[in-house]
């Protein structure tokens, strides 16, 4: 067992031919070497496990080697035989290292001359994280290296590292593998290794790996130790992930507009710990190949385009900002339902699905009218009307109030407020969190949101919310959620309207609210009946 190493530094690749997916940087860098012409400091930027450190040391091994072969180190030059512990090689992680004294030292060391070889090379690994001290001393080298050192630094994290350092470096950006790529690697790996593994198993390694070659040998290197063969059963027993028969199961239930199996599905899905990033990529993916369709043939897809794309910026948009606060499966679910439109000849839908399944001849035969049926039901406007309209007013009206008497100080008041509520454990108020709060008064809040299904959500329980904020913090505030666009386009309004001295006049709300006041609005029973409250929790520490 001593002698076991993990896939990934068993092959971690030894030269240029051998690194994985980079053929450009490589070629460039070969180049460089045989041309003699090596710069002082190169950057390499990148995701992780895409080659940047394997391929800094093959790059310090080469230009050092005494006899290039095809631009190749040899392997058996003196240089080259002592690579590994030869002391002009300086290997700093960053990541470990960062803020110690010795790293300033290590730099500040370069003035001395190579021991052995052409070059003393530096090798900096995770280069932004580097201390201040740190990176001054690198750039003070740096902007007058001595002619026997080079600078080798890479970086996950491009956007940290100083300009000042950036402006100095040839720049070298190394891209995610593609999945073919990985795929080819591991199967090239399992032959070697004896490892039986099913084709879609190879897919669904390389697919959760998302580019990155070092990820996926530890993947690989797991499962191998745990299976005699790898399937891909046993890949989503082990990783919580999401098959694409489960996937293309949901993206049917979308199209159908079926949404007892699309909340079916979200449930299980969440129920098995799935996930989420993996789920919502692969859902996108999924869509995207819809959106195609679509587009080439609007009748053979049941959903129109727009919708579609519209989904999936909503998709992608919850990708991004998911935080801890709220539980991701719940915004996912209202990402996908608020582009559904439902009328009524759904339920009817739902009960002659098992008709349809058995009758497999006779769907067939219906296949075209069926579709122009569903078309036919997207376009038309659906049962929520009323709701939304109020919420549209309301929206005006509370704007309208905030903007009366907004002031800055009520602002960083309430933004205090909103921090205090960071950590709540109150579901409703844990909402607040992923909102910004751009606008208040004494009395009214303005927050905007550019998840659409968070404004949906915050906005269908704003009486509810009010009175927790009264009950726990002791105010009494009325609140509205905007997109970042209409924000957007009210505040502009505002500012013109200031300009041409328009005053603004509170609007008293309440004959707005009467003519709501029927118990529960048609907005929060769709809410009510998506999630019950106690789903709504909170999943962060
Ligand atoms: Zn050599």
């Not at 026997?148 to 994290?157: D, G, P």
């Not at 993916?285 to 959106?291: D, M, P, R, T």
């Not at 349809?356 to 929520?384: A, G």
């Not at 949906?456 to 002791?474: A, G, T």
């Amino acid at each position: 067992m001593v002698d076991y190493k993990v896939f990934y530094r068993k092959y971690r690749p030894q030269n240029f031919s051998s690194v994985v997916g980079q053929e450009y940087t490589i070629n460039m860098l070969k180049n460089a070497i045989m041309n003699n012409k090596i710069s002082h400091a190169y950057l390499f930027t990148g995701p992780r496990g895409t080659g940047k450190t394997s391929t800094a040391k093959i790059f310090a091994k080469t230009i050092n080697c005494e006899n290039l072969v095809n631009g190749e180190a040899c392997g058996k030059c003196q240089s080259c035989l002592s690579f590994s512990n030869s002391p002009d090689i300086i290997e700093i992680d960053a990541a470990s290292n960062n803020g110690v004294d010795d790293v300033r030292e290590l730099i500040n060391n370069v003035k001395i001359a190579p021991t052995e070889s052409k070059y003393k090379i530096y090798i900096i690994d995770e280069v932004h994280m580097l201390s201040q001290s740190a990176f001054n001393a690198l750039l003070l080298t740096l902007e007058e290296p001595p002619s026997h050192a080079i600078f080798i630094m890479a970086t996950t994290n491009v956007e940290s590292v100083p300009i000042t350092i950036l402006s100095r470096c040839q720049r070298f950006n190394f891209k995610k593998i593609t999945l073919q790529e990985i795929c080819d690697h591991l199967k090239y790996i399992c032959n070697l290794e004896q490892i039986k593994i099913t084709d879609d198993a190879l897919q669904e390694i390389a697919y959760l790996s998302e580019g990155g070659l070092r990820d996926a040998l530890s993947l690989l290197d797991q499962l191998s130790s745990n299976y005699e063969e790898i399937t891909l059963d046993s890949i989503l027993t082990n990783y919580g992930s999401i098959s694409s028969l489960t996937i293309n199961k949901l993206v049917e239930a979308i199209l159908d507009g079926n949404i007892n199996d699309i909340v079916g599905i979200i449930t299980d899905l969440e129920n098995n710990a799935s996930d989420y990033k993996v789920f919502i990529k692969k859902l996108i993916q999924q869509l995207n190949k819809k959106a195609i369709l679509s587009k080439q043939n609007p009748l053979a897809v049941k959903i129109s385009y727009e919708q579609i794309k519209d989904m999936i910026f909503e998709l992608n948009n919850c990708l991004n900002q998911i935080t801890i606060h709220v539980n991701p499966y719940l915004l996912i679910q209202l990402a996908i339902l608020n582009y559904i439109k439902i009328d009524n000849t759904y339920q009817q839908n739902v009960d002659n699905n098992t008709v349809k399944n058995t009758v497999d001849n006779s769907k067939l035969m219906e296949k075209e009218p069926y579709q122009e049926k569903v078309l036919d039901k997207v376009v038309k406007t659906d049962d929520f009307d009323g709701d939304l309209e109020y919420i549209e007013e309301l929206k005006k009206i509370r704007t309208n109030n905030c903007f009366a008497s907004a002031s800055k100080t009520d602002l960083i008041n309430y933004q205090n407020l909103l921090k205090s509520i960071q950590g709540e454990k109150d579901s409703l108020l844990a909402m607040l969190v992923d909102v910004s709060l751009v606008a208040a008064s004494k009395d009214n809040l303005i927050l905007t949101s550019n998840l659409s299904s968070t404004v949906l959500l915050i906005n269908s329980k704003l009486s509810e919310i009010e009175n927790i904020l009264w009950e726990k913090y002791n105010v009494k505030l009325k609140i509205i959620v905007l997109s970042e666009d209409e924000w957007k386009n009210l505040k502009q309004e505002y500012i013109q309207n200031l300009k041409n001295g328009v005053k603004y006049k509170l609007i008293d709300e309440s004959s707005l609210e009467k003519k709501n006041s029927k118990e529960n609005s048609q907005l929060e029973k769709l809410a009510n009946e998506l999630f019950d409250s106690n789903k709504i929790e909170i999943i962060g520490e």
